[in-house]
T-cell receptor
């Protein structure tokens, strides 16, 4: 069956270090992936997305890497700041037909130590 | 430049009552999606609507739950005869036509059933 899951439920990093959050997916038909950040009591905030015809995409302080061979997605945050503390979710589309349904992983909690 | 708006932010209902959750999409967005999030879990897709049309309701429970997105006004998620298991955060997202996968989320409605 299809599933999107994260390897580590909690990641603790020192302020200023780089963070890497990982995600595995099982639906080979998915061709679009998104990372969201969710702070306590708030809705998911769009961070960065990537299509399956790419293997890397960079934003401001964030990079998403996609390895289709092993169905693995990662989010790298450079120079992690206290404001980055949140739960991070990866999500994938439900196949290439633009159905609008996103499938979310369980989430990884990022804790940034000052 | 308002984002997705949801109200109420918090809703308390007793078992057997009805809950109505409202969502106004971002300006320029014509597609609305509802997701449910249980504590410590990722978001689960419920339903995808366009104006006056339900496109995909594969994630909606068969009974007691309904959704609409009328020609005028917000999208409504309605839960009849609520039970304790309905307690969750309900998030609405919106997207532009043709970009259904790039969804922006509202702050959510936290429903508590007593």
């Amino acid at each position: 069956g299809e599933s999107v899951g994260l390897h580590l439920p909690t990641l603790s990093v020192q302020e200023g270090d780089n963070s890497i959050i990982n995600c595995a997916y099982s639906n080979s038909a998915s061709d679009y992936f998104i990372w969201y950040k969710q702070e306590s009591g708030k809705g998911p905030q769009f961070i960065i997305d990537i299509r399956s015809n790419m293997d890397k995409r960079q934003g401001q302080r964030v990079t998403v890497l996609l390895n289709k061979t092993v169905k693995h997605l990662s989010l790298q945050i450079a120079a992690t700041q206290p404001g980055d503390s949140a739960v991070y979710f990866c999500a994938e589309n439900d196949g290439p037909s633009n159905t609008g349904k996103l499938i979310f992983g369980q989430g990884t909690t990022l804790q940034v130590k000052p | 430049n308002a984002g997705v708006m949801q109200n109420p932010r918090h809703l308390v209902r007793r078992r057997g009552q009805e809950a109505r959750l409202r969502c106004s999409p971002m300006k320029g967005h014509s597609h609305v999606y509802w997701y449910r999030q249980l504590p410590e879990e990722g978001l689960k897709f419920m339903v995808y609507l366009q104006k006056e049309n339900i496109i995909d309701e594969s994630g909606m429970p068969k009974e007691r739950f309904s959704a609409e997105f009328p020609k005028e006004g917000p999208s409504i998620l309605r839960i009849q005869q609520v039970v304790r298991g309905d307690s969750a955060a309900y998030f609405c997202a919106s997207s532009r036509a043709g970009k259904q996968e790039t969804q922006y989320f509202g702050p959510g409605t936290r429903l508590l059933v007593l």
